[in-house]
């Protein structure tokens, strides 16, 4: 299984990104999916996260209203749509599919992105 972001890069203040995930070995089709962050020095945090049929989206406060998480099933690749980006949403990037089987979750992550935003 591996997923692989893209889509990273130095932007300005104000500006976007859109971050993409594409997985081999595994698909997205009936898995919940996500977007998480991590600067050096503090905990990973979700920033978004989308339900296996898409029909639910969740995001932290601190993005909402300016990411947009979204999935192509049929392209096995999901996407961030990051706009008015501040600085303070510099950070690598990751991608998650988190697939349940039973009672049990199973957790993969891309290698990560880096974001950085200008000011």
């Known amino acids: 299984v591996q997923l692989v972001e893209s889509g990273g890069g130095l932007v300005q203040a104000g500006g976007s990104l859109r971050l993409s995930c594409a997985a081999s070995g595994i698909t997205f089709s009936g898995n919940d999916l996500g977007w998480s962050r991590q600067v050096p020095g503090k905990q990973r945090e979700m920033v978004a996260g989308?339900?296996?049929?898409?029909?639910?989206?969740n995001y932290a406060d601190s993005v909402k209203g300016r990411f947009t998480i979204s999935r192509d099933n049929a392209k096995n690749t999901m996407y961030l749509q990051m706009n008015s980006l501040k600085p303070e949403d510099t950070a690598v990037y990751y991608c998650?599919?988190?697939?349940?089987?039973?009672?049990?979750?199973?957790?993969?992550w891309g290698q990560g992105t880096q974001v950085t935003v200008s000011s």
């Open positions: 989308i339900t296996r049929g898409g029909g639910s989206t």
């Open positions: 998650n599919l988190r697939r349940t089987v039973l009672l049990t979750k199973y957790d993969y």
